[in-house]
Each structure stands twice: as structure tokens, then as C-alpha cells.
């Protein structure tokens, strides 16, 4: 059986240092692996709130360097080896919070790259297959020009993670088909700024996609202002797809959500 556990739906930096929303980021399992998305402030906790062993952790996948989405990556390897008495997991991330630049150094310390079995720089169109999972960056607009999403083929559907973005035409293209679609939208309306997406273009992704499932997270304040649960029933009202705000400790079962071909090449 496979499920999304979200951790955590802050948004911004002012939602997640006030913790008006919890910050860990989002599980995703299916099978016997366990993928864990932006591992923000207080990962860990929430992980044991929400019953979710860290030491199971398959891959940790992270968007971009920005401490809303990366600040655990380093505990949670920690977690997932023991401290490094077993050698293993992954980690998909953007080269951001790999690779040292000019203005940023990587929030992937030294020592946590040895504890772990396998380090993937990741940018748009890179592809990754773990298990029966094949994982694709998706092409955003943030403000770490090196940001990805995720969109992940499973045996009987696909998911894909927006990560921070603002609405462009690869964006669009790259997350067609998609059956269950995970939105970060910090903003209301058509009130978004520095590259995020808001409730309007929100709606034109879903109307392009047309996903069996839409959930929207990763709230700022103006957001939680607005009510997300009320953002969410009006894209479903103009949209017609199933709409949902996300809650610190939400569990999707995705298999209501099944696409009726395998999109796992060799898969039936």
C-alpha cells in the first residue's frame, strides 16, 4: 500500500520560525520504500509524532537550499544510518545542496556525504529509477536558480511535487499526466511574489493537468490568512478536480487514484 504523510504545510519564513504550521517536509511510501521530500525544521519530531521511522528512509529528496526545505537533510541521514554504523540511503537533490557556489556553501555536510550509499546532483529532465519508481526533476522559477520538483512513476500512478515555483509553459508540460498533484502555494489569489505560485495560477496548472487529485501545501502567512481549506474549494469549484489543503499530519492513500495503464514502462 503506498502513502503521502505530510510532515509539515508551512510556507514561508515567518510561518515556519512562529511554527504556526509544522515544517518536516513530506513522506511519501509505497512498497517497501519510503521517500522523504524537504526535510524542513523539526523533521524528526513530527516523524515520531506521525509514526514514521526515519531509519526506513529509502532517499531523501530535497528542491532547493532554502531552510524552509533543507535545514534536517543532515539529521535525517543521520537518522537513516545509525549515525553511520550502516552505510546506505540516498540523496536526490539540487545541485544547490550539493555543490558549493560563489555566494552559498551546501547544506550537505562532508561527513554526511560518507555515511551515505549514493549522492544525486539532480536538474530538470535528470531521471532516477529506484525500485519499481522512476523519479524525473521537474523545470521550475525560483529564486535558487538551480530549484527542481519531483514527479515520480509508480506501477499503477504518478505523483509529482511542484517544489517552489512560479507558473511556466515547461513547467506545465512536464507535469501532464500526472494522477495526484502536490502544489506549493504560498499565496492566495493572484497575490504570489518572488516565484511562488498562488491560488490563481494554481488553477491554470490544474485546468492544463486535469490530475484525478490536486492537494495544495506549503502555506505562508498570507495564506493561512486567507484560509486554505476556502483557496481549495474555490480551484475545485472553477476547476472541477478534486481540491484538498493539506493539514500537518494529513495521510493520503493514493490508490483510489489508480491510472488505469501502468505508466511504469514493462509494468501491468
Not at 527542481?148 to 505523483?159: D, E, W
Not at 472553477?238 to 514502462?265: C, F, M
Request: net charge negative; charged share 20%.
Amino acid at each position: 500500500m503506498a502513502k503521502l504523510i505530510f510532515l509539515g504545510t508551512a510556507g514561508s519564513s515567518t510561518v515556519v520560525s512562529k511554527q504556526l504550521r509544522a515544517s518536516g517536509g513530506l513522506i511519501f511510501q509505497i512498497e517497501d520504500l519510503q521517500f522523504h521530500f524537504d526535510p524542513g525544521p523539526g523533521s524528526l519530531n513530527k516523524a515520531r509524532e506521525f509514526g514514521i521511522n526515519p531509519h526506513y528512509t529509502t532517499a531523501v529528496l530535497v528542491t532547493h537550499n532554502h531552510i524552509n526545505h533543507c535545514n534536517d537533510l543532515n539529521v535525517c541521514i543521520e537518522a537513516m544510518t545509525h549515525a553511520g554504523i550502516e552505510h546506505r540511503g540516498l540523496v536526490l537533490a539540487s545541485k544547490s545542496v550539493l555543490e558549493p557556489s560563489p555566494d552559498e556553501h551546501p547544506f550537505l555536510t562532508k561527513y554526511h556525504q560518507h555515511l551515505l550509499e549514493k549522492i544525486i546532483p539532480m536538474s530538470a529532465g535528470h531521471k532516477v529509477g529506484i525500485g519499481l519508481v522512476e523519479i524525473n526533476a521537474l523545470a521550475t522559477e525560483h529564486t535558487d536558480p538551480t530549484a527542481i520538483g519531483f514527479k515520480l512513476f509508480c506501477p499503477k500512478f504518478t505523483v509529482a511535487y511542484t517544489g517552489d515555483t512560479q507558473l511556466n509553459d515547461k513547467l506545465l508540460e512536464d507535469l501532464e499526466g500526472t494522477d495526484i498533484l502536490i502544489l506549493n502555494v504560498p499565496y492566495p489569489e493572484n497575490k504570489g511574489v518572488g516565484q511562488n505560485l498562488d491560488t490563481e495560477s494554481v488553477m491554470k496548472i490544474i485546468s492544463h493537468v486535469r490530475p484525478k487529485l490536486a492537494i495544495l501545501t506549503h502555506f505562508g502567512l498570507e495564506m493561512l490568512k486567507a484560509d486554505p481549506l476556502v483557496e481549495a474549494r474555490e480551484v475545485q469549484r472553477i476547476t472541477g478536480i478534486q481540491t484538498i489543503a493539506a493539514r500537518d499530519g494529513l495521510i493520503i492513500t493514493p490508490s483510489g487514484y489508480e491510472h488505469p495503464k501502468s505508466p511504469v514502462r514493462g509494468y501491468s
